[in-house]
């Protein structure tokens, strides 16, 4: 008999135990091992059949051993130095009160945090992949920095897909029904308890509202709307069903109720909670832009222009890009934007013309027909970046379009390499042993905050306990597998008699390889399986063997990712190799923290460029395993060969994509026959792998302190947040309406501000290292004035293209005028200081103090063919 109505009866803890809620309700228990320690002392058993969720936990413990915890002495000291340390936490001083631009009022109030998806535990699936995982580790280390932040985003009934295989290993997808009120979530309510409620409007007079639950991530509040409403109508209701479900208008709904929603739930919270209103708002990824036209209505309904409310908003907005491909970007048709904004619709006071603008693809090779969110983004943040250096290169070549004159290396994209969350993902079998060495708050501080030094102890931790580490790992990975293995196995049909062979599955004394993503074509999930023969032949060695544990999920509508999953998993099933290779389904953040810690090499081969950063390999890396990569990503940045390995790679314009792939694949299966495994299992005089244990002491003292969530948070606050949180403040109404005309005078002027004429004067006629040119140019500059430009001369080595390399500007001083042309004199002194081919050429370009960049506004004037002698010198 089936139940027409489904509800949760919270359980009444006995008032001795009452603080067990409070911890259970803050998410800090997720990367706090004492904590979570508490609770599955609680119930062993129930603790492991509620997936390690405190929440569900206290749900199902009888009120018998409740009462028999409440008597518990030893238990209720315990509860209490936990509840205590949860207060200190929570309310002392951490590194951002103690920051320099803390006394002096620099640093933001409060930032607001976007993102469609957080990964901040299994008890909360609300993440698909590594843009998740990435938002929930920043919400984490913010935490842990004391970064007055607060996260934005959606609670969907359905989260992302559940993944199991049919008996050909076909991917199947399950969408089981959340309860938020079995999550560690609360209702946000009125001071008269009725829930607060935001609402959207609609076209055709219908409204969306949406319910705002809050998660507690230590210190940081995670607000995700929920449109599970009884008052929204059937298809309204069904907005937040499903991460990264249906199709457009379904999508474009989640990202205005992300966005225009998220706004409206960031004010009502800090109203009702006191919590200071945010002066930077930072967009991670294109899926909450709206988020920008929200404050446009807000500042325009105070008394601004649109121009004028846009300036305010782009000051105080940071744009974070997490794609390397324009095939990952959303894009809507143009109509459909259009149908959802002015009157009858939502923002009825914004002219839908200035919307749609936004996201225009203006740009040559650009669709005019398609609104693309992720130019919306640039467009509305004076600051943006990518998320590795490479990929921040990348970015600027892809977005170059939308600021033309400019070379890419110009385009003002920068970057700050994404970092994980080490108390996440570190291993409490690695975490102990650093606290051995260094003690338990130096190795917490170590983890959380980062800083070399409190790393370099790992150089005193002798080769057999790392070896003893490491074999341990290895082992408890081995019984993690087998278990899922088996369950995998039950689900695709296989009675228990089919199953004893898993119990011989993996080894923990050999070479273990992980590979887990999401199986997107470009990640190659299958490029090892170019050479099957091969492949086995590694796997089966004699000697030195190989095994391999992957694992990752394919979109549910990609049918080319779910051919590829197949195809490994046929591959897998063969009874020759199945002891040596496994496919794990369902892939995601529990079993990634056995995953990460019990593998020796962790695999990437994406194609090169298109990882943008691929965090997975950090993790890894934290628990002492070494990297097996293409220079891709973060890897690219920080690989060394004390680190693992880099595979070459075949990405010359004329190579095609099979030969690539062949190519790549063949170099994979030489290192790993000629260096990694070789290196694995050599033995020193000592009887253990000395070299190889020495790239793991130096994966985790050198490499350990770069790959942190706390040094990628702390470089958001000092690079990207407290220049926002400055430019915001400078702009209140009137500085920014005074700014727009600015730009708007300017645009206006622009068409006739131009280049005349470039004179150099060589001292001794000799273009010699330490010589000086001097530099006379005349300029136009119409309706402008020398305080509206900058005349600048760029100068540098040169390509056999004549294409300026590594430039460098040198402003140039007004020396004269208006003539009777209306031309005005700039001179400048250009010194020599390199050798070698060398040119130099003159622009123009807009200055005004509140410019972030010289690009900003997209304008520069150039010499031209018609300019005089002098343009563009070269001197060979």
């Not at 603080?19 to 091992?33: E, G, I, K, T």
């Not at 205005?256 to 409206?264: F, W």
């Not at 309904?301 to 794609?323: Q, W, Y």
């Not at 338990?440 to 983890?447: G, H, I, N, V």
Request: aromatic share 8%; charged share 25%; proline share 7%.
């Amino acid at each position: 008999m089936k139940a027409i109505r489904r509800f949760t009866v919270r359980p009444v803890l006995p008032e001795p135990l009452r603080p067990l809620s409070d911890l259970a309700r803050n998410l800090r228990w997720s990367w706090h091992a004492e904590t979570r320690e508490l609770f599955q002392s609680v119930d062993p058993d129930g603790w492991r059949a509620a997936g390690c969720d405190p929440v569900r936990l206290l749900g199902s413990v009888p009120a018998a051993r409740l009462a028999e915890l409440a008597r518990d002495r030893r238990f209720l000291r315990r509860l209490s130095a936990a509840a205590d340390d949860l207060d200190d936490y929570l309310h002392g001083r951490r590194w951002y009160q103690q920051h320099q631009g803390a006394s002096d009022g620099e640093l933001p109030a409060a930032v607001a945090y976007f993102s469609p998806e957080f990964g901040i535990t299994a008890a909360l699936p609300q993440y698909s992949g590594g843009l998740g995982i990435l938002a929930g580790d920043h919400l984490k280390a913010a935490s842990d920095l004391g970064l007055p932040l607060i996260g934005v985003g959606l609670l969907y009934r359905h989260g992302y897909f559940r993944q199991s295989l049919s008996r050909d290993g076909w991917q199947q997808e399950h969408y089981p029904l959340l309860d938020p009120n079995e999550m560690p979530l609360s209702l946000l309510r009125q001071e008269n308890g009725s829930p607060v409620r935001v609402s959207l409007a609609l076209p055709g007079g219908r409204r969306l509202h949406a319910h705002v639950w809050v998660a507690r991530v230590g210190r940081v509040p995670l607000l995700m709307l929920d449109s599970d409403v009884e008052d929204n109508g059937p298809c309204e209701r069904d907005v937040t069903d499903r991460l990264y479900g249906g199709g457009s208008e379904h999508r474009l709904l989640q990202e205005m109720l992300l966005g225009i929603g998220g706004v409206r739930a960031v004010r009502a919270y800090c109203a009702l909670t006191g919590h200071p209103d945010p002066e930077v708002f930072h967009t991670n990824e294109g899926h909450a832009g709206f988020l920008g036209l929200e404050r446009i209505r807000e500042l325009s309904e105070e008394g601004l222009e649109f121009d004028a409310a846009l300036e305010a908003v782009r000051a105080g907005t940071v744009f974070t890009t997490h794609t390397p491909v324009p095939a990952g970007i959303d894009r809507f048709d143009r109509e459909l934007v259009a149908r959802h904004f002015g009157d009858g619709a939502e923002l009825p006071g914004v002219d839908v013309e200035r919307v749609l603008q936004l996201g225009m693809e203006t740009y040559p090779g650009g669709e005019p027909n398609l609104f693309n969110m992720a130019v919306m983004g640039l467009r509305l943040a004076q600051r943006a970046n990518g998320v590795s250096t490479l990929h921040g290169a990348v970015s600027r070549e892809m977005f170059a379009g939308l600021w033309p004159g400019f070379d890419p290396e110009e385009v003002p994209i920068t970057s700050i390499t994404n970092g994980v969350h080490a108390p996440t993902w570190v291993a409490p079998e690695v975490f102990r042993l650093g606290s051995r060495k260094i003690g338990a708050q130096r190795a917490e501080d170590a983890l959380s905050v980062g800083g070399s030094q409190r790393w370099d102890s790992v150089a005193d931790i002798a080769d057999s306990e790392i070896w003893e580490l490491r074999r341990e790992l290895r082992d408890q990975l081995v019984t993690e597998v087998r278990t899922r293995l088996r369950a995998s196995w039950r689900q695709r049909g296989a009675g228990s008699a089919e199953l004893g062979w898993i119990d011989g599955v993996l080894d923990p004394d050999i070479l273990t390889i992980g590979f887990a993503r999401r199986v997107p074509s470009y990640k190659r999930l299958t490029l090892m399986l170019r050479d099957r023969d091969r492949l086995m032949e590694m796997l089966l060695h004699p000697t030195r063997p190989v095994q391999i544990v992957v694992a990752g999920k394919a979109h549910p509508a990609d049918d080319g990712g779910k051919r590829l999953v197949r195809e490994l998993v046929r591959f897998a099933d063969d009874p020759r190799v199945r002891h040596r290779i496994v496919f794990l389904p369902d892939y995601g953040m529990g079993m990634a923290q056995k995953l990460y810690p019990g593998c020796d090499v962790w695999l990437n081969n994406p194609l090169r460029p298109l990882e943008a950063c691929g965090t997975s390999g950090m993790k890894a890396a934290l628990n002492g395993c070494l990297n097996l990569s293409v220079l891709d990503g973060w890897w690219d940045e920080w690989y060394e060969p004390d680190f693992g390995w880099a595979i070459p790679t075949a990405d010359g314009p004329t190579t095609d994509e099979d030969r690539r792939d062949d190519l790549e694949a063949a170099a994979l299966y030489e290192l790993i026959e000629q260096r990694v495994a070789p290196r694995f299992y050599d033995r020193g005089a000592s009887g253990l792998p000395e070299r190889w244990i020495e790239m793991v002491r130096r994966t985790l003292a050198n490499l350990g302190p770069k790959v942190l969530a706390g040094r990628m948070v702390r470089e958001y606050v000092e690079r990207l947040y407290t220049p926002a949180a400055l430019a915001h403040r400078s702009l209140d109404g009137r500085t920014a309406a005074e700014l727009a005309a600015w730009k708007g005078r300017v645009r206006a002027a622009w068409p006739r501000v131009t280049v005349d004429h470039v004179e150099v004067d060589e001292a001794n006629g000799i273009a010699e290292l330490g010589a000086t040119l001097g530099l006379r140019v005349r300029v136009t500059l119409g309706d402008l004035s020398p305080d509206d430009v900058e005349v600048q001369a760029v100068a540098g080595r040169v390509d056999a293209a004549d294409r300026l390399r590594d430039p460098q500007t040198v402003p140039l001083k007004p020396a004269g005028g208006p003539d009777q042309q209306g031309r005005w004199t700039y001179e400048g002194p250009l010194t020599l200081e390199r050798t070698g081919p060398f040119g130099y050429t003159v622009r123009i370009l807009p200055t005004h103090r509140l410019l972030a960049t010289g690009a900003d506004l997209g304008l520069v004037a150039l010499p031209t063919e018609a300019t005089g002698e002098g343009a563009g010198v070269l001197m060979r």
